[in-house]
């Protein structure tokens, strides 16, 4: 059964709000100028995460402009999503703290914040994976509908690389250098390829990207 794909959309700008209010909370609480020198680290950490999460926002927003199907698995997809988002808030938050400000943290708690970072990060592109595998399935009307089927194989490296990292975390290799971090930095070289592999497979006229 389809459902108003408009609610959904209100109902996920909601809760992206709700997200960034929770990344800006205790941030300002005073207004004199050495508060705000002393605090400005903490503004840099805020903005990396904001626009992060600004970035998911759009690819939130882009599986909408991509297909109108929505159903009940699509909506649980969605759900799972957006409860991640809130979750994914703290880690992404903590990481950025950490690299401005240069807390200091023992190797163990670096691995355990890699680790959760890693988790959030590997649930949202999963929750986009499902949604775009769904809609491929059941979008059968639409004229871009391959682009549906390039999104879902192009978020599966993303959920991958994520369960890479968390393994590298776990295992507490390199976790000085930032290595759980630094892997995330191979998701340029394989989503080149796997693009250009797609291509070749699909005639670049039928592949709206």
């Not at 499902?130 to 490296?157: G, P, Q, V, W």
């Amino acid at each position: 059964m389809k459902h108003s794909r408009s609610r959904l959309e209100s109902l996920s700008d909601g809760v992206f709000a709700f997200a960034a209010t929770l990344m800006v909370v205790n941030i300002g609480a005073t207004t004199d100028f050495s508060s705000f020198k002393a605090e400005l680290p903490t503004f840099v950490s805020f903005g990396i995460s904001f626009f992060v999460m600004m970035a998911l926002w759009k690819l939130h927003y882009n599986f909408f402009r991509r297909t109108k199907y929505v159903d009940n698995w699509v909506i649980v997809y969605n759900t799972v999503f957006l409860f991640t988002i809130l979750f994914y808030v703290f880690p992404l938050k903590s990481l950025a703290s950490a690299g401005i400000l240069k807390i200091k943290m023992t190797p163990e708690e670096l691995a355990e914040l890699f680790q959760l970072y890693s988790i959030g990060f590997a649930l949202i592109f999963l929750c986009l994976v499902l949604m775009y595998k769904r809609a491929f399935k059941k979008d059968e009307f639409n004229e871009n509908r391959i682009s549906l089927l390039f999104y879902k194989r192009h978020f599966f490296i993303f959920v991958m690389v994520g369960i890479l990292s968390f393994f590298i975390a776990y295992v507490h290799i390199g976790i000085k250098f930032g290595l759980p971090g630094i892997i995330y930095s191979i998701l340029g070289i394989l989503c080149y390829a796997h693009s250009k592999q797609f291509r070749k497979k699909y005639p670049s006229n039928t592949l709206s990207i």
